[in-house]
């Protein structure tokens, strides 16, 4: 129990710092119009465009095409198979 309202103190006190930081609002100007959060820096609209379609482009293609690719990056373990040895061999071994 002591546990449980440790974690939920912590979630709620998080939640309280993200809160003052103004985190979402930070992120839909990020999102929207490119200002990059506690800077007065502001990236350009192409920029922005371009970041956002090649971010969309390869979540799309990682759950769509991977599962075909996947087994041409990475090799299958090798599967090893054990020997039988009779219980005549293994008595005169």
């Known amino acids: 129990m002591k546990k449980a309202i440790t974690i939920l ?6 939640l309280i710092i993200l809160s003052s930081f103004d985190l979402a609002h930070s992120l839909v100007l990020f ?4 200002v990059i ?3 007065n820096v502001a990236l350009t609209p192409i920029d922005m465009m371009a970041a956002s379609a090649t ?3 390869v979540v799309v293609l990682r759950l769509t095409l ?5 087994h041409a990056f990475f090799l299958q373990p090798p599967v090893i198979r054990k020997r039988r040895v009779s219980r005549a061999k293994r008595a005169t071994a």
Request: proline share 10%; aromatic share 10%.
């Open 9 to 14: 103190c912590i979630i709620g006190s998080g």
């Open 37 to 39: 959060p506690g800077t």
């Open 31 to 34: 999102l929207l119009a490119g």
């Open 66 to 70: 991977w599962p075909r690719f996947a």
């Open 55 to 57: 971010a969309i482009t």
